[in-house]
């Protein structure tokens, strides 16, 4: 298990929102793994993801009922 922190956009309906957050993960021998998220204007959010890019990217999508929600990380 890891922490993490960083910064983000979301766009929900045609708005853009900057977002902070914190979290912690865990990745699988294979690759994937999952996270939650505290972001700044939300609760906790879950997530599932995998690693790209030789490491430098991941692909995720969240896993709390009721969301429809995917997007990359980039390790900058």
Do not use: E, W
Request: glycine share 14%; charged share 5%; aromatic share 8%.
């Amino acid at each position: 298990m890891g922490g993490l922190s960083g910064h983000g956009t979301a766009v929900s309906n045609g708005v853009s929102s900057s977002f902070s957050f914190t979290g912690t993960y865990t990745v699988n021998p294979d690759c994937t793994g999952a996270a939650v998220l505290a972001i700044t204007t939300a609760a906790k959010l879950n997530f599932n993801f995998v690693i790209t890019a030789s490491g430098r990217q991941a692909n995720l999508i969240q896993t709390d009922t009721g969301y429809t929600v995917n997007g990359t990380a980039t390790h900058m």
